[in-house]
């Protein structure tokens, strides 16, 4: 068994369309989901997010649409994005981030599209993962320090976005990755031949200021 964690924020719908795709994995991959704060992981390596750029946010709400309708999945975006997706990280941290919560939760904000930084978004995430007292759980110490280690260790695990698997010191970042990433598995000398030992530590020719 091939033990994996997925990193993912309920932010990214990039990471709803990924997590549909889980029954085709190999059954020998145990994955582990693990909540982890986008928005802080962009932060650490000072990037932006997706929809932060106008003319790239339009395409990617473009492109989950049709992707999840290639994929013949229920998906509606939110009447509002992005949203604040910590309530929803720290419910599912508290309930227990395995992989059926963290579909449960998904599926209502992508598959019935609520908006869950809302007050009735919360009160449904919290029914969804059998929490009474959404909002108490949620100030939870316990809970909130949980979900600043997993965004600690996601940074030092080399995430940069999500969602991303990480194999073996590997980082695998989003659903164009995942042929990639199922060749590793194959064969998990993949990246020590050659020529991806030199392009993997090629020097830079030039930078920019950020």
């Not at 975006?77 to 604040?84: E, G, R, Y």
């Not at 904000?109 to 809302?118: R, V």
């Not at 060749?183 to 920019?208: H, V, Y």
Request: charged share 20%; proline share 10%.
């Amino acid at each position: 068994m091939t033990k994996a964690k997925w990193y993912f924020d309920f932010i990214s719908p990039f990471a709803y369309l990924q997590f549909a795709r889980f029954p085709q994995l190999p059954n020998n991959l145990e994955i582990t989901p693990v909540p982890a704060v986008f928005g802080a992981i962009l932060q650490h390596w000072g990037q932006l997010g997706p929809a932060e750029i106008p003319p790239k946010r339009r395409f990617v709400y473009r492109f989950f649409q049709w992707n999840a309708d290639q994929l013949g999945i229920p998906f509606t975006m939110p009447p509002m994005h992005p949203f604040n997706p910590i309530p929803a990280l720290r419910l599912c941290t508290a309930a227990g981030a395995g992989i059926e919560n963290t579909r449960a939760v998904f599926d209502l904000i992508y598959g019935k599209g609520i908006q869950p930084d809302s007050p009735e978004g919360i009160r449904l995430i919290g029914g969804a993962l059998n929490i009474p007292h959404p909002e108490s759980a949620m100030q939870d110490p316990v809970v909130k320090d949980t979900l600043r280690a997993n965004t600690a260790q996601a940074t030092s695990d080399g995430v940069f976005g999500v969602p991303s698997f990480v194999i073996d010191g590997e980082v695998f970042w989003g659903g164009d990755s995942t042929g990639m990433m199922l060749d590793f598995l194959e064969n998990p000398t993949l990246f020590e031949a050659p020529e991806m030992k030199r392009i993997s530590n090629m020097e830079m020719g030039l930078t920019r200021k950020k």
